[in-house]
């Protein structure tokens, strides 16, 4: 069978780059206080491509039998067999090397630090077979984007890097739960751990709550301590909106709209972020 990027690209969804994508970005411009250049946009955008890539080939090849009992997931290209076990490997090898090259001229901390993000994103998805904890996991795997942003310019920890990393833990953490509760019946019968699982349908969307609500605060003294104005103010109320609207939308007894709420109100809050800080920048 002939190498098939296309296929690949499908299979780790790579178009969902944009839920982490933009908060690199707002790590980066904060740091440089306005355009940092090229160089380091083109940079980051590649070390983030290429670490996502890598993680989700992973998380593919490391549930694959899961994968192939699952109703949900028994299309995905691995497991039909359109790409192979081996093109999967080559193509994550060759995501990690060129995220660690990106790192390499970004500067030497990003480079030292590379290995350690390779590795907690990689083995994220083994969480969910020792604790309901793994939301969180995953959120943080996405959370380090906004410090690797940050980092890529200013090889220093601050204050409104470290309240953006709080604010996308709790954000993908909260909308994974609600995406695993579609999977609770599999995962009780497999043993997989999740908030579903262990607390059941209602109890774990209340926590799915409560992780948004924490992360709209977060995402609000991000911004304050960030210095940034009332565009910004304006974006973070619109981001808090569309997570409420979020939570409307599935109920423990209909989760008919839970791909709606997952990816269409999902996908535009980091976005909305970004230009609120951009705005908040350059106006």
């Not at 969804?13 to 980066?28: D, T, Y």
């Not at 969307?205 to 992360?215: C, E, I, K, P, R």
Request: glycine fraction near 8%; charge should be neutral.
């Amino acid at each position: 069978m002939s190498l098939n990027a296309a296929t690949f690209a499908r299979m780790v969804k790579l178009e969902h780059s944009v839920f982490a994508l933009p908060f690199a970005f707002i790590g980066l411009f904060l740091a440089a206080g306005g355009w940092p250049g090229w160089w380091l946009v083109v940079l980051l955008t590649v070390a983030m491509v290429s670490v996502r890539t890598f993680a989700m080939g992973m998380n593919r090849l490391l549930d694959l039998d899961i994968d192939r009992n699952n109703p949900r997931t028994s299309r995905r290209p691995l497991v039909t067999g359109e790409i192979t076990r081996t093109q999967t490997i080559f193509f994550c090898v060759l995501a990690a090397v060129l995220f660690v090259l990106a790192c390499a001229g970004m500067n030497p901390i990003c480079l030292w630090l590379s290995p350690a993000a390779l590795l907690w994103a990689g083995l994220y998805s083994t969480s969910k077979r020792f604790t309901w904890l793994c939301h969180f996991w995953l959120g943080s795997v996405l959370g380090l984007a906004p410090l690797g942003g940050w980092l890529a310019f200013e090889p220093r920890l601050v204050l409104p890097a470290a309240l953006f990393f709080l604010g996308v833990t709790f954000w993908v953490a909260g909308f994974d739960i609600l995406y695993s509760c579609q999977d609770t019946d599999f995962d009780e019968q497999w043993d997989l751990h999740s908030a579903p699982v262990r607390f059941g349908l209602p109890s774990a969307m209340q926590l799915a709550a409560f992780s948004h609500v924490n992360a709209s605060l977060f995402f609000g003294l991000a911004g304050w301590s960030a210095g940034l104005g009332w565009i910004y103010t304006a974006a973070w109320a619109v981001v808090s909106l569309s997570l409420a609207i979020e939570h409307s939308l599935v109920s423990p007894t209909d989760l008919s709209r839970l791909n709606t709420a997952f990816f269409t109100l999902n996908g535009i809050v980091s976005l909305i972020l970004f230009a609120g800080v951009l705005t908040g920048i350059f106006l």
